[in-house]
């Protein structure tokens, strides 16, 4: 098995157009066509780390957060990152980051973090924007349940909940077929009224292509009559941050206890304890600090994240009930992920988790 196709399975689950614009997902060091030998699955890229990696035997790392997030015009082995990228070349080590395309992807980073708090009902907390285009076309009528299928095979029509959505209305196309042409149906040089439906649906636009390419192959005219459309709606399905719901409510510092054993956090920094019983609870693995204003239009009794600053304390007290329980201890599941993504499509290849807590943060 190459490399690519582990690399492919991870992007199909968090596609690389997701990720926020200051990020690098993605390929970070090596060559996908090699053959993969096993994968060693982290948070962050360490020494120590690929260390670890080329010891058991893995050529690939997949990380979290990405090691390399600017451009370097030397490579001297001056910092910890450089010394990285030279250690991974000269031993064969492909990198890869899943970051904030795996924070926003439907069952990522923070599902996870809400499965292990036992939460349901979750939905994006802040749904990604101008995401979204809409196809319109028209075909013949006979052609009209081939085409949606094909369309829906590409990748169209999932709105929410549901898939295979689609808007049909009927009509009647004119065109008159030229002296070139090779007509679907009508006669060269003669008017001809055809009756066609129109078809309406959405797709994620960084499938723009493969939807166009499906279209075109099923679609029996010469000329394709189709229309694409940027839309502005929210995509329900993709989004920072979690809003879900505990199966009942909880008392603030038994659920802060149980926030605190589940993810091993050596202390929680939390605003003052309200005194009223939690339901409702939005979280955010990482630096989530930018998402408290959304937790609080959310109606949540409490939003979980990390490094959230010193000044949003103050002022909420009457709102939402504040709980940072780290950076690292949020994400520490996301290796779990993962695993789950490649075992599920590959499940005789080797996978190991790191032995090595990145964590650079201490408690005493």
């Keep these: ?105 439907w069952g990522g980073v923070n599902h996870k973090i809400a499965e292990k708090l036992g939460l349901i009902e979750a939905k994006p907390l802040a749904p990604k924007a101008e995401m979204l285009n809409k196809l319109v076309t028209f ?8 085409i949606r299928k094909a369309l ?22 004119s065109f008159r077929a030229l002296e070139n042409s090779n007509p679907y149906s009508g006669s060269k040089n003669e008017l001809h009224f055809e009756p066609e439906v129109r078809i309406e ?17 099923v679609h029996p005219y010469e000329e394709v009559a189709f229309d694409i459309y940027e839309l502005e709606n929210s995509w329900s399905q993709v989004g920072a941050g979690l809003i879900a719901q505990l199966p009942e409510a909880i008392d603030e510092k038994e659920f802060l206890l149980k926030i605190k054993e589940t993810f091993g956090v050596g202390c929680i920094k939390h605003s003052c304890l309200r005194g009223k019983p939690l339901r409702r609870v939005a979280l955010c693995g990482g630096s989530g600090g930018f998402l408290l204003s959304n937790a609080i239009q959310a109606g949540a009794d409490i939003f979980i994240s990390a490094e ?40 005789n290849f080797a996978i190991h988790f790191t032995e090595v807590n990145t964590n650079p943060i201490k408690y005493l």
Excluded at 75 to 84: N, S
Excluded at 139 to 146: D, I, L, N, R, Y
């Design 308 to 347: 959230i600053k010193y000044h949003d304390y103050f002022g909420n007290d009457d709102k939402i009930l504040i709980a940072d329980i780290g950076h690292y201890e949020s994400e520490q599941y996301t290796k779990e992920l993962f695993y789950s993504i490649i075992k599920d499509l590959f499940p």
């Design 1 to 105: 098995m190459k490399v690519k196709e582990i690399l492919n399975a991870l992007e199909r689950f968090a596609p690389l157009p997701l990720q926020d614009g200051f990020d690098n997902s993605g390929l970070q060091i090596g060559l996908t066509e090699v053959e993969a030998t096993g994968a060693l699955l982290c948070l962050d890229v360490t020494e120590e780390v690929l260390d670890e990696a080329i010891r058991k035997g893995c050529n690939i790392i997949i990380a979290h957060h990405p090691l390399l997030f600017k451009g370097y015009k030397s490579i001297t082995g001056k910092d910890y990152i450089e010394r990285c990228i030279i250690k991974a070349i000269k031993n064969d080590v492909v990198i890869y980051a899943a970051h904030t395309n795996l924070d926003n992807a």
């Design 139 to 146: 075909v013949p009528t006979s052609k009209s349940e081939e």
């Design 152 to 173: 829906f095979d590409a990748g169209c029509g999932h709105i929410g909940n549901y898939d295979s959505c689609s808007f049909t209305a009927e009509g009647q196309g």
């Design 201 to 217: 649906t959405v797709f994620p636009k960084y499938i723009k292509s493969k939807v166009v390419k499906a279209l075109l192959e």
